[in-house]
């Protein structure tokens, strides 16, 4: 019995897949190849590249010569900036990523009390986050000028001698977390918040009011518990972004003053694209690499004991 074209199509070859079914996956494949070409142009390869370059000494001018492990441990034993970069960045973190997850939870709750006018504050909430790095770079180098900037200024009217912020070894730092705060706290972790908190379901809330628990304990047992998947994917991806500082301390300090800002990502940049020192600058992002794998590795393992999913049994 002759068979027609769609039963010829819809028939298993040799292999288990019939024609239709090799002619939608070829259609996938299709549709994924632009994403992957540009992954193993612009991402895979330069990654695979930098990892052969930071066993050799590349410096973009001669001939680059194979030096096994010589870059790595230049790098944990005779760079005097290397561990001081690392440590100055840990403390970046380990101080404006609470900081921004708690002022962007709470700017999120704030928004979230569907009052009059709730969407313009929005608005107002979320515009520095769309200030550029480098505007709001030059924007608190003037705000926080020791001698005419707006912050000093106010102080010096109740009587309060300002810090020179991004001119001291102990205030350029924090001066850096403020601007900061300042773009990220309104931005995308606020708004994903606000995204989490809409999804908390208000029966539990008037069930908790009804057993007596107050604002504190409300907070405490239901909004944390159902916001803490969104509360994680924010760290993490707090945490990557604030190892990779870099183009705010370029900008605002260079890194100075005295090396007091000068980051791990800066000192990637300063040997690759000043000195052209390639090979030991892969390696340097390499050991990053690590470390960024390696914070985001204890961040999944730690999420089991304090992230609440809900629907899953414990």
Do not use: C
């Amino acid at each position: 019995m002759k068979m027609t074209t769609l039963e010829s199509e819809l028939r298993p070859t040799k292999r288990g897949m019939s024609a239709l079914e090799r002619r939608k996956a070829l259609e996938g494949y299709l549709y994924l190849s632009p994403w992957a070409l540009g992954f193993l142009i612009f991402v895979g390869g330069p990654m695979v590249a930098s990892l052969v370059f930071s066993f050799t000494n590349y410096d973009m001018a001669a001939k680059h010569n194979f030096v096994g492990l010589f870059n790595y441990r230049t790098a944990f034993t005779n760079d005097r900036l290397f561990w001081p970069a690392l440590l100055k960045t840990f403390y970046y973190v380990a101080v404006s990523v609470p900081m921004g997850i708690i002022g962007s939870l709470f700017a999120a709750m704030l928004l979230n009390q569907k009052l009059a006018g709730t969407n313009i504050f929005r608005t107002f909430y979320f515009l520095p986050h769309l200030t550029p790095i480098v505007a709001s770079a030059l924007i608190w180098k003037w705000i926080l000028n020791p001698e005419v900037g707006l912050v000093n200024l106010a102080l010096s009217k109740v009587g309060i001698e300002g810090p020179p912020w991004f001119g001291s070894k102990e205030w350029a730092i924090p001066s850096l977390i403020v601007m900061a705060l300042w773009g990220g706290i309104g931005g995308n972790r606020m708004l994903i918040f606000l995204a989490g908190l809409q999804g908390v379901p208000q029966e539990l809330y008037e069930a908790a009011e009804i057993d007596g628990a107050n604002l504190w304990h409300r907070f405490r047992h239901v909004t944390l518990p159902m916001v803490s998947p969104t509360m994680f994917f924010n760290m993490v991806l707090a945490i990557i972004a604030s190892l990779k500082v870099f183009a705010s301390a370029f900008v605002a300090t260079q890194g100075g003053p005295a090396y007091a800002t000068w980051f791990y990502a800066l000192h990637i940049y300063v040997n690759a694209f000043q000195y052209y020192d390639m090979g030991y600058a892969s390696a340097l992002a390499w050991i990053f690499f690590v470390v960024m794998f390696t914070f985001t590795y204890i961040q999944f393992r730690a999420s089991t004991r304090w992230v609440y999913y809900a629907g899953e049994v414990r």
